[in-house]
């Protein structure tokens, strides 16, 4: 039973080791995908109100984004608009969070033009910053679906300019965005640029600049190479922008040493108990080793290999069912919450898509902590068997 207990928590730590982990996996994946790729620059404390998303902190990306490309680091750059806005169909009204992008240029940094799943993405030119100003939108799924829209139906945009006057678009739904990120599907519109700068009153102005780099390793010395470097900007990666995804990870890690503290209490308490049980059943044959030689070390020996087996067994079992459940279940087999996840709003993910990975470093590192754990339990019954006096130990049988 001791070993069994064991073998079930190991597995159920490997099991949810492999569910966060794919979560925060592809939550890592979807915030560069589809909002920060890898660098972000803004201008000068616009990280310090991002919530508000201020449209007075703006900047020229045409002194930027020509370096930027230069450098062979970089794989490709975009500027973009974030901006708060209301979405109304004349009866109802939402919030919403805008982006404008340059089409052609957004689609080599970001993957949203992919996840469109109704209609079209937006027009645009290559050659002309923010050259089309295309009069339509795409819309995530959710958003759409809360105003029973689709393609070709048209809803107001209300949002306040760079100097706090209002604005109202009358745009066509042009596409449906589907990226199965919450915060884009529930939340978010996409418009051109070029309509934003206009109806915006930003002039060439952007909110931020995105690069996206040919090694995502050197993200931290891309950053240090060009800390300073552009007057009234600065520059972030990804990690640092999604903050809170990243305590939400951290978070997971905890729960994780919870689960290892509980196969820690399995261990002593039952393994211990285990122990102590059968030295109290031998209290005989320990006399009789005593009585013949057996060191009071060479007893405790016995009973703490006994323990150790018990450990090893059990965290074999584990690691193998674990092993066996992630490589054929949960890399491949999932449960979906996206459902779930508009009624608990944002909380930390960006997926309701569960899907296991594989996190091979994870299987020696239990398989360790469980052996060394139940060794370490088995020393006070070890100790309590070989305190016996052997003439005590053999009249009482």
């Not at 150790?308 to 067994?313: A, D, K, P, S």
């Not at 069912?321 to 066996?324: I, P, T």
């Not at 470093?361 to 239990?366: A, K, N």
């Given at each position: 039973?001791?070993?069994s207990?064991?073998?079930v928590?190991?597995?159920?730590l490997?099991?949810?080791?492999?569910?966060?982990k794919g979560?925060?996996?592809?939550?890592?994946?979807?915030i560069?995908?589809y909002e920060?790729?890898?660098i972000?620059?803004?201008?000068?404390?616009?990280?310090?109100d991002?919530?508000?998303?201020?449209l007075?902190k703006?900047?020229?990306?045409?002194?930027?984004?020509?370096?930027?490309?230069n450098?062979?680091e970089?794989?490709?750059?975009t500027?973009?608009?974030?901006?708060?806005?209301?979405l109304?169909?004349?009866?109802d009204?939402?919030?919403a969070?805008?982006?404008?992008?340059?089409p052609?240029?957004?689609e080599?940094?970001?993957?949203m033009?992919?996840?469109i799943s109704?209609?079209e993405?937006?027009m645009?030119?290559?050659?002309?910053?923010g050259a089309?100003?295309?009069e339509a939108?795409?819309?995530?799924?959710d958003?759409?679906?809360?105003?029973?829209?689709?393609?070709?139906d048209?809803?107001?945009?209300?949002a306040?300019?760079?100097y706090s006057?209002?604005q109202?678009?009358d745009?066509?739904?042009?596409?449906?965005?589907?990226?199965?990120?919450?915060t884009i599907?529930?939340?978010?519109?996409?418009?051109?640029?070029?309509?934003a700068?206009?109806a915006?009153?930003l002039?060439?102005?952007?909110?931020?600049v995105?690069?996206?780099l040919k090694d995502?390793?050197r993200?931290?010395l891309?950053k240090?190479?060009?800390?300073?470097?552009f007057?009234?900007?600065?520059i972030w990666t990804?990690k640092e922008?999604?903050?809170?995804?990243?305590?939400h990870?951290?978070?997971?890690?905890r729960?994780?040493?919870?689960v290892?503290f509980?196969?820690?209490?399995?261990?002593?308490?039952g393994i211990s108990?285990?122990?102590l049980i059968?030295?109290?059943?031998?209290?005989?044959e320990?006399?009789?080793l005593?009585?013949?030689?057996?060191k009071?070390g060479?007893?405790?020996?016995l009973?703490?290999?006994e323990g150790?087996?018990?450990?090893?067994?059990g965290?074999?079992l584990?690691c193998l069912?674990?092993?066996?459940l992630?490589?054929?279940?949960?890399?491949?087999?999932?449960f979906?919450?996206?459902?779930a996840m508009?009624?608990?709003?944002y909380?930390?993910?960006r997926?309701?898509?569960?899907?296991?990975?594989?996190?091979p470093?994870?299987?020696?590192?239990?398989f360790?902590?469980?052996v060394v754990?139940?060794a370490?339990?088995?020393?006070?019954?070890?100790?309590?068997?070989?305190?016996m006096?052997?003439?005590?130990?053999?009249?009482?049988?």
């Open positions: 039973m001791t070993l207990a064991l073998a928590a190991i597995l159920f490997i099991i949810f080791d492999s569910y966060f979560l925060n996996l592809k939550t890592f994946e979807k560069i995908d920060t790729a890898h972000k620059i803004y201008a000068q404390g616009y990280k310090e991002i919530d508000n998303l201020p007075e703006t900047f020229d990306p045409l002194k930027i984004i020509p370096i930027l490309k450098d062979p970089v794989k490709s750059v500027p973009r608009i974030s901006f708060r806005c209301t109304s169909n004349g009866i009204q939402l919030p969070v805008g982006l404008a992008v340059d052609v240029q957004d080599n940094v970001f993957t033009k992919s996840s109704q209609g993405y937006l645009g030119s290559s050659t002309e910053l089309s100003t295309e939108m795409a819309i995530g799924a958003l759409a679906q809360d105003f029973n829209a689709g393609i070709g048209t809803l107001t945009v209300l306040r300019t760079k006057t209002f109202a678009l745009l066509k739904i042009k596409g449906i965005i589907k990226s199965d990120d919450y599907d529930a939340n978010s519109i996409l418009i051109t640029l070029a309509l700068q206009k915006l009153d002039g060439k102005g952007v909110t931020e995105d690069v996206r995502p390793e993200i931290d891309f240090k190479k060009y800390f300073g470097r007057p009234g900007s600065e990804w922008v999604a903050e809170d995804v990243m305590a990870s951290r978070s997971h890690d729960g994780k040493n919870i290892f509980c196969i820690l209490i399995i261990a002593l308490v108990n285990t122990i059968a030295a109290f059943e031998r209290t005989r320990i006399g009789m005593a009585a013949m030689g057996m009071r060479q007893i405790v020996g009973f703490i290999l150790t087996m018990i450990g090893m067994v965290s074999a584990g069912a674990g092993f066996l992630v490589v054929f279940w949960t890399t491949r087999f999932g979906d919450l996206s459902f508009k009624s608990w709003g909380i930390g993910f997926s309701g898509v569960f899907l296991g990975a594989w996190n470093e994870l299987i020696p590192e239990v360790i902590f469980g754990v139940s370490l339990s088995s020393i006070y019954p070890a100790w309590v068997a070989s305190r006096e052997p003439t005590e130990a053999l009249r009482k049988y």
